[in-house]
């Protein structure tokens, strides 16, 4: 019973390519989110939907957009990819932030992306 | 904006003892939550524990502790009884309680490398 689940796992890749990553939750959580963590194991946010609506945009190039086609999927394009890219991507979910309580967020298992 | 600091960035310990890993953070805000994410060679997170900051009574889960200084905007993690399978990357991470009525970020530190030794 995968709770928040990610595919690919492992994704290599050339240089200017177009990639997708796509994540799935089974928790009936109505938001869901994107991290990075960098070759230096550090985690930082980079989008946020609620009920399909982005919520959360940090600093990312527009190279990145992310879709949610409905509360449990949340996907991730990547055009053109660069080397910087590599990384290790994460989606997690929880209940939206109105419900009080920690509002836990689960991960998915990442998605360990190589740019060549 | 909220920064979440850990300083060490490798801790080790031998099993069946403790280990305390450090993590500070600032803030502006009075009410927030505050989590410890633990990472092992999977890569995937499992929440450890947490704790809320308008609860004085520090926060347990088995061999975990947490050592709560809301003053000094101090967040330990305590391990006891160290096990092989403690030995993973811990991150300290933040979370504002306002209600924005939707989403809210974790915030990172930057991530303690745990090594347990015989």
């Known amino acids: 019973d995968t709770a928040v689940s990610q595919t690919p796992k492992y994704l290599v890749t050339q240089m200017g390519n177009d990639k997708s990553i796509k994540c799935e939750q089974n928790?009936?959580?109505?938001?869901m989110y994107w991290y990075k963590q960098d070759s230096k194991k550090f985690l930082k946010i980079m989008f946020s939907?609620?009920?399909?609506?982005?919520?959360i945009n940090e600093t990312v190039p527009n190279r990145f957009s992310p879709k949610s086609p409905d509360k449990a999927h949340l996907n991730l394009h990547i055009n053109s990819l660069e080397l910087g890219d590599s990384a290790v991507y994460f989606c997690?979910?929880?209940?939206?932030?109105?419900?009080?309580?920690?509002?836990?967020?689960?991960f998915g298992p990442g998605t360990r992306l190589t740019v060549l | 904006a909220q920064t979440v600091t850990q300083s060490q960035p490798e801790m080790s310990v031998q099993e069946a003892e403790t280990v305390t890993l450090s993590c500070t953070y600032d803030?502006?805000?009075?009410?927030?939550?505050l989590f410890w994410y633990k990472q092992p060679p999977s890569r995937q997170m499992i929440l450890v524990i947490r704790?809320?900051?308008?609860?004085?009574q520090n926060a347990t889960e088995n061999r975990f502790s947490v050592n709560f200084q809301k003053a000094a905007k101090s967040f330990s993690l305590k391990i006891s009884d160290s096990q092989l399978g403690d030995a993973a990357m811990y991150f300290c991470?933040?979370?504002?309680?306002?209600?924005?009525?939707?989403?809210?970020?974790?915030?990172f530190g930057t991530g303690t490398r745990l090594q347990v030794t015989l």
């Open positions: 939907y609620n009920n399909k609506e982005l919520i």
């Open positions: 928790l009936g959580h109505d938001t």
């Open positions: 704790q809320e900051a308008y609860k004085q």
């Open positions: 997690a979910s929880s209940h939206s932030q109105d419900r009080g309580g920690y509002n836990e967020q689960f």
């Open positions: 991470a933040y979370r504002t309680s306002i209600n924005t009525g939707t989403a809210s970020k974790l915030t």
């Open positions: 803030t502006s805000e009075s009410d927030y939550y």
